[in-house]
């Protein structure tokens, strides 16, 4: 089981950018496979992003070209730069790791 806690969120204007991260503590981080899920009011949590532990990426289509998922093995830590941010983008974010640890999520809001 490993524990995960978010960082990073805020409020930002529409076109602005946000860098979110996720430490991790316990278990063999540099094996998993990490991700990052968010949820928006009244809707149901979808994913935004994955990151293999060799370093391949899977994006939605919905943030490809904008977000970017990355990782460093060495902080136990994985980042998702959110960049040309949309009101439609506003949700709580989550990191998932291992396909069965979450953390508590961090707030996005975009909004002017």
């Known amino acids: 089981q490993v524990q995960l806690v978010e960082s990073g969120g805020g409020l930002v204007q529409p076109g602005g950018s946000l860098r979110l991260s996720c430490a991790a503590s316990g278990g063999l981080f540099a094996s998993y496979v990490m991700g990052w899920y968010r949820q928006a009011p009244g809707k149901q949590r979808e994913v935004v992003a994955f990151?293999?532990?060799?370093?391949?990426?899977t994006y939605a289509d919905y943030v490809k070209g904008r977000f970017t998922i990355s990782r460093d093995n060495a902080k136990n830590t994985v980042y998702l730069q959110m960049n040309s941010l949309k009101p439609e983008d506003t949700a709580v974010y989550y990191c998932?790791?291992?396909?069965?640890?979450w953390g508590q999520g961090t707030q996005v809001t975009v909004s002017s």
């Open positions: 998932h790791a291992n396909w069965n640890s």
């Open positions: 990151i293999t532990s060799g370093g391949s990426t």
